[in-house]
Structure formats: structure tokens, C-alpha cells
């Protein structure tokens, strides 16, 4: 069973700063990967697919990286409304997998 | 594109329930529909999808026997619906379109509160 790993659980940073968030899988995801973003009461949102695609309406200053079981999603520069959780996800066609999530709060 | 899903429900112990998740603005036939459930101040959890085009439900290790998944497709609709309610089916149950197994559209969330 692929186990997916994000850290830090907490990222504590000022608008303007960038962030980076990693997501590790315990076995090769190939290039399988993807980001949500999830406001409080909200749903999530698809930020990336297939490890560094933006979704459609995403802003520039995201950004994804990685293959294999390593992967990173970059903030560039943080926005007011960027302070959220956010989730990877493994694009599995028989048991998609969520990582716990990283949650990015305002310094 | 749309989901737009039932309203919030409280239900008793041993009780059933059906949520709904209705689309609009595309072909639903084109999309499967998955379901992913979030417990209170938790992260996701997925809990099956279900094949638009033939109906056929697939579900998570641990959302077998009581969940079922369904369809009416003259409506572009898809349920959700849990029997034997615990109190640990309380969450937020969200439906989100499938595209190549990426979830790129989501409903706004069925809040279940299981209660005695």
C-alpha cells in the first residue's frame, strides 16, 4: 500500500515569502501527482496534475516539481488568500491516496 | 461546470441516509464521479467512484457493505448512500468530478452529523 507523506504540517509564513511544501510516496508514483487546495468550510480546489501541470485558472506563482517519491509544490509569493491546507493526491485507478496535508498559516 | 450536492442531514444511530450530488455543464456520461469524505478537522479520505457510463460502483477498503454508490442518469445524478449509520460517519461528504483520475471539479460538501 503507497503511503504519501507531506511535511512540514505546518508551514508559518508572511504574504509576499514563498513556500515550499513536499509530498514523499513510500513507492514510485511516476509523474501520477497532484495538489488541492482547501479553505476553511470550503472544497478543494485542483492546483496541479501530473506533478507540475496547473489546472486551468491556477495563478503562475504555483508551481509543481518531482517524479518518483519525491515531489514539491512552490508558493512563489505568497497572496492573503494562499493561506490554506494543502493536500497531494496519487492519481491511482484503483485506490487514489491522499496525503495528510500541509497547512500553510499566516506568520 | 457544476456539482451541486444535497443539504446538510442529522440522523440518529442505525438510520440511512442519501446524498446527492447533481451535475451540470457537461456530458455526464463522459466523467465517472468520485466521492471522498472528510471527518471533522481531518484530511481526505476516498471513498469510492463510480463508472457513469455502466453504473459500476468501486469503493475504498473500509467503505464496503454499508456505502453504496448510484446512479440516475436521466438527471446527471450521483448518491451516496450509507446504511447503519454510526456516529462515526459524521463528516463532510464531497462528490468531485473525475478527469483521467484527477478530481478537477468538487461539490460544496453534505455535512452528516450522526447523533443520538
Known amino acids: 500500500e503507497i503511503v504519501l507523506t507531506q511535511s512540514p504540517a505546518t508551514l508559518s509564513l508572511s504574504p509576499g515569502e514563498s513556500a515550499t511544501l513536499s509530498c514523499r510516496a513510500s513507492q514510485s508514483l511516476s509523474s501520477y501527482l497532484a495538489w488541492y487546495q482547501q479553505k476553511p468550510g470550503r472544497a478543494p480546489r485542483l492546483l496541479i496534475y501530473?506533478?507540475?501541470n496547473r489546472a486551468t485558472g491556477i495563478p503562475a506563482r504555483f508551481s509543481g516539481s518531482g517524479s518518483g517519491t519525491d515531489f514539491t509544490l512552490t508558493i512563489s509569493s505568497l497572496e492573503p488568500e494562499d493561506f490554506a491546507v494543502y493536500y497531494c493526491h496519487y492519481r491511482s485507478t484503483w485506490r487514489p491516496i491522499f496525503g495528510p496535508g500541509t497547512k500553510v498559516d499566516i506568520k | 461546470v457544476q456539482l451541486v450536492q444535497s443539504g446538510s442531514e442529522l440522523k440518529k444511530p442505525g438510520a440511512s441516509v442519501k446524498l446527492s450530488c447533481k451535475t451540470s455543464g457537461y456530458s455526464f456520461n463522459k466523467h465517472a464521479v468520485n466521492w471522498v469524505r472528510q471527518a471533522p478537522g481531518q484530511g481526505l479520505e476516498w471513498l469510492g467512484w463510480i463508472n457513469t457510463n455502466t453504473g459500476n460502483p468501486t469503493y475504498a477498503p473500509g467503505f464496503t457493505g454499508r456505502f453504496v454508490l448510484s446512479l440516475d442518469t436521466s438527471v446527471s445524478t450521483a448518491y451516496l448512500q450509507i446504511n447503519s449509520l454510526r456516529p462515526d460517519d459524521t463528516a463532510v461528504y464531497y462528490c468531485a468530478r473525475d478527469d483521467n483520475w484527477y478530481f478537477d471539479f468538487w461539490g460544496q460538501g453534505a455535512l452528516l452529523t450522526v447523533s443520538s
Open positions: 501530473d506533478a507540475s
